[in-house]
T-cell receptor, first 111, second 112 residues
Framework: QKEVEQDPGPLSVPEGAIVSLNCTYS??????FMWYRQYSRKGPELLMY????GNKEDGRFTAQVDKSSKYISLFIRDSQPSDSATYLC???????????FGDGTTLTVKP | DTGVSQNPRHKITKRGQNVTFRCDPI?????LYWYRQTLGQGPEFLTY????????KSRLLSDRFSAERPKGSFSTLEIQRTEQGDSAMYLC??????????FGSGTRLTVV
């Protein structure tokens, strides 16, 4: 079993829909939680970075962390065709150098 | 310097050849990471540096792989005697605790 499991997708939604992307993790030592967006043939781009349970909002994006359930989510409101990409969750222990990434969920937003 | 630069963008090599990739990180970021990503998978950790010191290396990394970061500036990743299984995107990232990773666009390696 992988340390980080991500809903595999692919996910296809109409423009304007609310999108929910989810990851679960097994190691309770994980304390830092990140979401990245990756366009085809590009490096991942940081969207959200949080280290506490609860919600963090940035524009149309909301990151949600539930440490008791070891579950993290990214919500995208009013989705746009430009949001079409692969979304990666990444999780890190407090004192660890490396992060562990999920395998990504590919999202397509149709006009 | 506003981003992480990786060169070359794409490398095609014959099996058994050696290849070297270069990464120029964001200058004020003292941590530098190398990750590898294959199609349909998330980035997989290879190694990282704090300034010029290599602090961790993945157990999955064979001894054909070596990385350096002389003087804590740019970094190079070398793969010796390449195999077809080495074909992947090699990603370099700067890291700052409060900002997370800033990735480069990667070097896509194709071993034929």
């Amino acid at each position: 079993q992988k340390e980080v499991e991500q809903d595999p997708g692919p996910l296809s939604v109409p423009e304007g829909a609310i999108v929910s992307l989810n990851c679960t993790y097994s190691n309770s030592a994980f304390q830092y939680f990140m979401w990245y967006r990756q366009y085809s043939r590009k490096g991942p781009e940081l969207l959200m970075y949080t280290y506490s349970s609860g919600n963090k909002e940035d524009g149309r994006f909301t990151a949600q962390v539930d440490k008791s359930s070891k579950y993290i989510s990214l919500f995208i409101r009013d989705s746009q065709p430009s949001d079409s990409a692969t979304y990666l969750c990444a999780i890190r222990e407090t004192n660890a150098g490396k992060s562990t990434f999920g395998d990504g969920t590919t999202l397509t937003v149709k006009p | 310097d506003t981003g992480v630069s990786q060169n070359p963008r794409h490398k095609i090599t014959k099996r058994g050849q050696n290849v070297t990739f270069r990464c120029d990180p964001i200058s004020e970021h003292n941590r530098l990471y190398w990750y590898r990503q294959t199609l349909g998978q998330g980035p997989e950790f290879l190694t990282y540096f704090q300034n010029e010191a290599q602090l961790e290396k993945s157990r999955l990394l064979s001894d054909r792989f070596s990385a350096e970061r002389p003087k804590g500036s740019f970094s190079t990743l070398e793969i010796q005697r390449t195999e077809q299984g080495d074909s992947a995107m090699y990603l370099c990232a700067s890291f700052v605790q409060i900002y997370g990773y800033t990735f480069g666009s990667g070097t896509r390696l194709t071993v034929v």
